[in-house]
């Protein structure tokens, strides 16, 4: 992405932070036994606690809470001793409560630092600032004003399955500087989240929402430009083009000689462009005051160190690893580490054969094709890594060509199993035996007088057809190389 | 009929378990009770007629198939503010005026369990706010010892269906006394464990941090009972306790030797006036008699417990009552807008006195005031927790007045802060969450008093067994026939 809006376009610099919610993948919802699974029937997926009903108590999630200290710790944030709840007070309807049980002061994790790389393959950091922890409210269908919004609106259905699912807030620091980093960064915790198993953020499920506060200063200057926070982006692609817009928008206000106002803009995406939707001035007071009905949450140091230690690699090792011990490129790296299982099978893949990038071809390339076709994922499929291993080793070793790698290949993915055994059941080793392949180029030669006689005319692209000749009358076994040498002998 | 009714729940629970009489037989006797007199004293806002006679059955073919029950066929009221799955539970507002409860909470659970017979649901204070009972917006409940009296609050109607033989059990909810004061009123004990001790899982809440259930009954044996059945861990309720629960009911005492009782210094009697003084004065001397040593202790900061109560409780209620708001249940009044339905719900839904916590709690909230009140009173909090615990270094129990007054008559505290006072004595065990009861120690002007005993958190079964030497030695409850009943038979 090329963007108008990179650092210091146009003597200006965009200052970006992003707040994102995430939904946690938990078996039960934040604070009661309900399943915390998407959709279902409206308000099946309710008990007294997650509809508010009088007398209801919630009691914490554990494996939310978990889930909450691995990411922290992906992030090298520091996972306090001491965290509690706070309740955040305002009236909404589908806020069954009416206050949303968050994280104010004592947040479970505090600081880190997110790394990630933008296309050209430039790594970038961005600091946390915080990941709180937080309920979800129930979702409200306004009906009967046109727009969907409550405003004008003749009754309003509410859902509250969706009330109480535990949720991630992750505030970042203004250290994202473009609509192109902060796509890389939103993707970083996509990614992170993804592998930890914390969330499986996905966006048009609502289970990743992220809110852009944006502004621009003079180029250089140390000074926070006035900022405004962007709303309903339900994409990155959106995210993208709504930081872009909202930064042109500030450039054009500032240009004209006005002053940008704090606010809260909404996206359009149809439009593509930001409004105005609420001003500072009528900024809640919620009026956070610890939870008493949730007791604090002492997080052991034993605790913190066995998550620690069961933490996976983590993309940005990997993406080192891919790029400067294997050699791949940014992109086969970022494809790889975007599909975990597929990465990990390139990982053993490259563990069993010592070469990454022949693993690299195959399973970007024959592998992710047959993969493709057949609907199988290449992990799911009955070549193991081991068994691809062996093929490269063949190939490496030049017992078979990339012909009959090819058609081994596809005879693994059918279930034949090992191709070595196949190799040498079917005696399918490449031959150098330089008196057998002289042998089949002399019965070509003899029987392709045209081509003979085109070859010596000068038509020698011919070569490629009479090397074809002999792979055939060799059944594929014959070394190419060496076919092409023979021929090119004997024709002279 | 008369002996089922005045049995204690001990004495039901024996007789049904041994098959003397039945859960049944008891429950009829106490259904044709209530209905003879509960028109005349309003202890329940719903009476569950159907819901007592079906449990009684239950109860006998648990006992007939062998079942001990340790309140089998015990007749029980249950505060309004406690869910039972399928009664209207009303919190004695009109906002939940016709709610019923889908479920039942734990504590009311427990007492069904060991074999407790929910005869009614019974009047409180809207919301628990009030030591009068007449903050309820859905009846009046009058003192069974004098109808022109208040049972007190904000238990006043499981207080006064209790002194009044409705029940042997009334379930309570006590923040800053609100089951030791109508307790003191009603010539019963009124027991509030340790805060954490009874979960709040179906309770509905007033001030989360203060809440807590606990038994109002016509003797210490039978606070012990019902404490056991309801006490012990509930998952429901991270509040709640992981704790062994110590047996209370076989450790009841009937001397005080070597017990030491602090009387605290702050609290002087004096001002209450002469006759009440002169009573205190008295029950400190008769449990001086029993044996205990009376110590001089003292809580700096005594005075500043309805300060401190009222920023807590009202900051929590303030939330805690949010949730009223016309959406999901409850009353509802329509408005143009989502905002104005919230508004007109809620200003018709709610009484004055909520309605004041509410704007208290709200404001002692608001950015700006948050650290000069709601954090201070926290700070304030830790004190009160921090004298008890060196006043308990010298002393076993703390025992004081359990109100200021003997129960009033009907409209006679019109400003809410002579209605706060009431709770002068109560309030600081609330705030440090320590167990404390009242038990009856005597009559003013024809009416009971209250001693109130207190002690180190988890003590439950000393404070129970030391107000069990009391009673047995003094029976001051038994001097006096509740009126209504000579008006009744």
């Known amino acids: 992405m090329n963007t108008a809006s990179g650092p210091k376009a146009g003597g200006y610099e965009a200052v970006i932070g992003i707040e994102c919610h995430v939904e946690l993948k938990t078996k039960s919802k934040m604070f009661c036994a309900c399943p915390n699974e998407f959709g279902g029937e409206p308000n099946t997926k309710v008990c007294p606690v997650c509809l508010a009903l009088p007398g209801a108590l919630p009691v914490a999630n554990k494996e939310a809470i978990q889930h909450m200290i691995a990411a922290g710790l992906a992030f090298d944030a520091e996972i306090p001793a001491f965290s509690k709840f706070d309740r955040k007070n305002y009236f909404y309807p589908d806020m069954p409560k009416d206050y949303q049980i968050s994280q104010y002061d004592m947040p479970l994790t505090q600081g880190g630092v997110v790394r990630y790389w933008l296309e050209d393959g430039t790594m970038k950091e961005c600091r946390l600032t915080r990941i709180h922890l937080e309920e979800d409210t129930g979702k409200s269908t306004h009906a009967g004003s046109g727009d969907g919004r409550i405003a004008g609106s003749s009754y309003s259905l509410i859902d509250f399955n969706r009330a109480g699912v535990p949720l991630m807030e992750c505030v970042s620091e203004p250290d994202i500087r473009s609509a192109e980093e902060a796509v890389g960064y939103l993707e970083a915790l996509k990614r992170t989240f993804v592998q930890l198993g914390v969330s499986d953020v996905k966006m048009e499920e609502g289970s990743l929402r992220c809110d852009a506060n944006v502004s621009i200063r003079p180029a250089g200057a140390s000074e926070y430009g006035t900022k405004a926070e962007i709303k309903n982006m339900n994409s990155f692609r959106s995210v993208f083009r709504a930081i872009e817009s909202e930064i042109a928008r500030q450039i054009s206000v500032v240009e004209s000689g006005g002053r940008v106002v ?111 076709e057949s609907g199988t994922s290449v992990p799911e499929s009955p070549v193991t890594p081991e068994h691809l291993a062996e093929l490269i080793a063949l190939v490496d070793a030049k017992t078979i060509n990339s012909k009959i790698a090819k058609e081994l290949l596809e005879r693994m993915w059918n279930g034949q199993g090992s191709p070595k055994a196949i190799v040498e059941k079917e005696g399918l080793a490449q031959t150098s035996d330089t008196g057998a392949i002289e042998k089949f180029v002399d019965e070509v030669l003899a029987t392709n007088e045209k081509a003979v006689a085109d070859y010596k005319a000068g038509k020698t692209n011919i070569l490629g057809f009479l090397t074809g000749q002999v792979m055939k009358q060799s059944r594929g076994k014959a070394n190419p190389a060496l076919v092409q040498e023979l021929l090119q002998k004997k024709l002279s | 009929m008369s002996d089922f009714i005045r049995m204690s729940a001990a004495e039901v629970a024996r007789g049904v378990n041994g098959a003397a009489f039945s859960a049944s037989d008891v429950t009829d006797a106490v259904l044709a009770h209530v209905d003879a007199v509960d028109d005349r004293i309003g202890s329940y806002l719903t009476r569950l007629h159907d819901l007592a006679r079906e449990t009684a059955r239950n109860v006998d073919a648990r006992v007939k198939n062998g079942e001990k029950l340790p309140l089998a066929g015990v007749p029980v009221a249950v505060k309004d503010n406690m869910c039972l799955t399928g009664t209207r539970t009303t919190c004695g507002s009109k906002i939940l005026e016709n709610w019923i409860s889908p479920y039942t909470g734990t504590a009311v659970q427990r007492i069904l369990n060991a074999g407790g017979i929910p005869v009614g649901k019974a009047n409180m204070d809207e919301f628990a706010m009030g030591s009068s009972c007449e903050n309820s917006a859905l009846g009046e409940t009058r003192n069974p010892y004098d109808l022109d009296r208040v049972p007190g609050g904000s238990s006043g109607g499981s207080a006064a269906a209790v002194a009044a033989y409705e029940a042997a059990i009334g379930m309570g909810s006590d923040t800053g006394g609100s089951i030791r004061e109508p307790a003191a009123f009603c010539n019963i004990v009124g027991f509030k464990p340790t805060y954490g001790r009874i979960s709040r899982y179906g309770l509905i809440a ?14 210490v044996e039978d606070a012990a009972l019902a404490y056991e059945a309801m006490a012990g861990h509930d998952p429901m309720d991270s509040t709640s306790i992981d704790r062994q629960v110590e047996a209370a009911s076989t450790a009841l005492r009937t001397d005080l030797k070597g017990v030491r009782v602090g009387i605290v210094k702050e609290f002087v009697t004096e001002n209450l006036g002469p006759e009440i003084h002169a009573l205190y004065q008295q029950t400190y001397a008769e449990l001086e008699k029993l044996g205990a040593e009376l110590v001089d202790v003292s809580l700096p900061t005594a005075d500043y417990g309805l300060a401190t109560y009222y920023l807590i409780a009202p900051a929590e209620c303030s939330s805690n009552l949010a949730r009223f708001d016309g959406v999901r249940y409850g009353m509802r009044i329509e408005g143009a807008d989502v905002g104005q339905m919230y508004e007109k719900t809620r200003a018709a839904g709610f009484g004055p006195e909520v309605k004041r916590r509410i704007l208290i709690g709200t404001y002692a909230l608001s950015s700006g005031y948050y650290d000069a009140y709601y954090v201070k009173a926290q700070k304030a909090r830790t004190l009160f927790s921090q004298d008890f615990k060196r006043a308990f270094e010298s002393c076993d129990l703390i025992a004081s007045p359990a109100a200021s007054s003997p129960a009033f008559r009907f409209k006679s505290k019109s400003d809410p802060y002579s209605m706060y006072m009431m709770d002068y004595y109560t309030i600081p065990m609330s705030l440090a969450g320590l167990p404390a009861l009242s038990v009856p120690c005597g009559w003013v002007d024809g009416m009971p008093m209250g001693l109130q005993l207190a002690a180190p958190l988890f003590e439950e079964a000393r404070l129970l067994g030391a107000a069990h030497a009391y009673e047995q030695a003094t029976h001051h409850a038994r001097r006096h026939e509740p009126k209504m009943l000579e008006v009744a038979s």
Not at chain 1, 269 to 296: C, I, N
Request: proline fraction near 6%; hydrophobic fraction near 35%; charge should be negative.
């Open chain 1, 262 to 372: 704090q606010e809260t803009r909404g996206w359009d995406e149809v439009q593509g462009t930001t409004h105005t939707m609420r001003s500072k001035e009528q900024a809640h007071d919620y009026r956070y005051f610890p939870d008493p009905d949730l007791v604090p949450i002492e997080v052991d140091r034993a605790t913190v160190e066995r998550i620690k230690a069961s933490l996976p690699l983590l993309p940005p090792q990997r993406f080192e690893r891919y790029t400067k011990e294997y050699g791949l490129d940014v992109k086969q790296a970022t494809q790889l580490i975007d599909n975990l299982a597929l990465a990990d099978y390139f990982d053993r893949a490259v563990a069993a054969s010592k070469n990454p990038q022949q693993s690299m071809n195959f399973v970007l390339g024959d592998l992710s094709r047959l993969a493709n």
């Open chain 2, 206 to 219: 007033f001030a989360s941090s203060l809440d807590q259930i606990g038994p109002l009954t016509r003797t």
